[in-house]
């Protein structure tokens, strides 16, 4: 009878979860996880409810870690950039540039050898001299309303120059100011009364100088419907461009249905505020 | 010191041609304002009058003085 009592108090044991290998307690508990890993419940132990949680987003002390593609992926904002050279960016999220210094005339022949090629000179209000920037093909001038007069040239010498934008303020062109830019052929201007033109010698060695190939030149409607009609007081009357109308070498275009319409000649759109 | 006007024709059609024989702008024309110098249709009859005088070109200027330097063997 005792060992009868003995198999049902072992029984009693083992379903009271005993270790397999003779008895023993097996203690149950809940399990946390909030990173990657492999977890083993110690012997003795078994893990009841497992919840998983590992983060997939950006968390403060993450800086600088990479897990794999796709997954957690860390950034800073980067230093100030200051001097050239090759820059891994693979972990910033901005990058601020500032490289200055050096010869602002040997940076300015940089700018010449042909590594500008559009130029949107945007809140530029006075122009001087900038003749000599050879690569130069399309300058955009949006708030320009002075420029230095006289002899001196000012986007002259270009021959790479083809398109100038020139916006609702410019209202002078000086002499010699597009002189030996040979391959201009597109003018826009803008403004919604006639442009001076100070000297003929403005176009001297262009496309439209007496004898060129000719380009063309974009004027807002309001001027383009009043073209030639005998007032005095339109373009093709106007001092000095009378004689380069005179030329041939003009093909007037109406700014709106066009592609400046809404667009400068660079292909930045023009706010409408 | 004048205001100087000649005919020109261009293209078979009379124009004026204005300027001041003293290097000054002339004040005028249509639009009105500033020129060095201005080409006029003869029909329109427009007038100037000398203003400032226009800037020299510093460029070329400063290239005048070079050259004349080394024409006198000062640049040696």
Known sequence: MDKVFDIFAYLMGKAAGGGGGGGGDVTVESKSISSNGTYTAPSGKAYSPVTVDVPNSYAAGDEGKVVSNGALVAQTAHAEVTQNGTIDTTLNNSVVVNVSGGDPNENANKLAAGTLEAWNAKGLTYLRRINGIYGLKTAVFPDLSSIEYGTGNNLSMNSALEKVDCGLSWSTLPGNCFNADGNLKTIILRRTTVVSLRAVSCFTNTPFKSGGSGGTIYIPKVLYDHLGDGTGSDYKAASNWSTVEGYGTITWAKIEGSQYENYYADGTPIPTT | ?76
């Open chain 2, 1 to 76: 010191m004048a205001i100087v006007q000649e005919h020109i024709d261009i293209g078979g059609r009379d124009f004026i041609h204005t300027y001041s024989d003293a290097g000054r702008y002339i004040v005028g024309g249509e639009p009105y304002g500033e020129y060095e110098d201005a080409y006029d249709p003869a029909e329109f009859g427009r007038t100037y009058t000398e203003g400032d005088l226009m800037p020299v070109d510093e460029t070329a200027l400063a290239d005048k003085a070079e050259a004349y330097d080394i024409l006198m063997g000062v640049n040696t």
